[in-house]
């Protein structure tokens, strides 16, 4: 069974502070996605890494995945106020043949909260 | 871009009540449809996945006949939460698969069982 942990669950950060969000996953999947959830909304796609060694940016998010050790990392430069939400990792689901299941199983969630 | 729009935005319903949730997807076919539910300050969970014209396929622990997915055209999907109870409030959201992997979420239902 897939499991997804990210940490940390919860962020307090100060404006203009780096920090990262990690996302360890169980089992062998070649999709993994980024999401940002502010309070009672869906959700907004923020990345999808399909490779080792993949890394992408947008602004001051930066995503990047290790398949070999089922890792994925949320990388936030000079944070700001307005980055304040609740992010998620998801994993694809692979099936027993080998192929994508396209389920989405979710992380844990990092709550993130900049301060002035 | 794909849209799928999810009706209704939140609903009160009485213990015992059912309550109906629609996804649509507006612009596009909606091969399958997975359905996903979010207790607050949690993590989502998936609860089943629906392809159109089949029945759908449940997680572990989900009640197939408490939760009601109807996936009869490649534009509509829906959610029965038949019977329902407090534990049953909850954040549901649908998303929608297009063309081979491409997909959209919907924005959501937030439910309370009174």
């Known amino acids: 069974e897939l499991k997804v942990e990210q940490n940390p669950l919860f962020l307090s950060m100060q404006e203009g502070k780096n920090y990262t969000i990690y996302c360890n996953y169980s089992?062998?999947?070649?999709?993994l996605y980024w999401y940002r959830q502010d309070p009672g909304k869906s959700l907004e796609s923020l990345f999808v890494?399909?490779?080792?060694?993949a890394v992408k940016q947008e602004g001051r998010l930066m995503a990047s995945l290790d398949t070999k050790a089922r890792l994925s990392t949320l990388h936030i430069t000079a944070a700001v106020h307005d980055l304040s939400a609740t992010y998620f990792c998801a994993v694809d689901v692979i099936s027993d043949y080998g192929g994508a299941t396209n389920k989405l199983i979710f992380g844990t969630g990092t709550l993130l909260a900049v301060q002035p | 871009g794909a849209v799928v729009s999810q009706h209704p935005s939140w609903v009160i319903c009485k213990s015992g009540t059912s309550v109906k949730i629609e996804c649509r997807s507006l612009d596009f076919q909606a091969t399958t449809m997975f359905w996903y539910r979010q207790f607050p300050k949690q993590s989502l969970m998936l609860m089943a996945t629906s392809n159109e014209g089949s029945k759908a396929t449940y997680e572990q622990g989900v009640e197939k006949d408490k939760f009601l997915i109807n996936h009869a055209s490649l534009t509509l999907s829906t959610l029965t939460v038949t019977s329902a109870h407090p534990e049953d409030s909850s954040f549901y959201i649908c998303?929608?698969?297009?063309?081979?992997?491409?997909?959209?979420f919907g924005s959501g239902t937030r439910l309370t069982v009174v």
């Open positions: 890494l399909l490779s080792n060694g």
């Open positions: 998303r929608a698969m297009y063309l081979w992997d491409g997909y959209t």
């Open positions: 089992t062998t999947s070649d999709r």
